[in-house]
């Protein structure tokens, strides 16, 4: 159990998951890593300064950045790329989501606004490099693992037909898979006035 402080200044419990990373992955991909933080906060339609900051200093550095470098040596794109490689994917089909990302912006698409928190999501994603997912705590059970997808399992991908999961790297709880670098599972997405539903806990991670 955690203790945080709520964006109104009261204090929050929030019980957050052991999450760990199976031996099988980290035999074939040895460099594996997995960083998780449980937090929460309201979510809103939108936070105007988010897009401020992006448009001001995100994204004029990413666009100068990617006129001059190529995808793969993008920051963890190369490196994502040899792992999918490695765990039998082939990473021209299916593609992490911060390479998603940078590809929207090299073709001057604008990047989508769903929410505060996925927008948040996104932005660090671009930042970072890394593949980064966002889970609703109370969607969740039991302890999650980052561990290689067996044969037929799939799930509807946000945004996405169902995706086959068959030796991708992805994020299980004791219902089964709800994350991977390409695209997370709809049911533990983070949605607007989610708590008016139930308490608004999330967890992030970043794989």
Known sequence: MARFEAAHGAPVEILCPTVSIDPALAAVWPDTALGCVCWSAPVLPQEPQLWQHFASHTQPRLVQMLESTELAAMPQIGPSRRAFKAFGRDPGRVRISSEALYRRLRQGKELYQINTAVDA???????TGFSLGTYDLACLQGDLVLRLGREGEGY????????DLHRMPLLADALGPVGCPCSDAQRAMIVENMAENHNSQKVSDSR
Request: aromatic content about 0%; cysteine-free.
């Open 121 to 127: 999501n996104n932005l660090v994603s671009l930042e």
């Open 156 to 163: 509807a991908g946000i945004g996405k037909d169902t995706l």
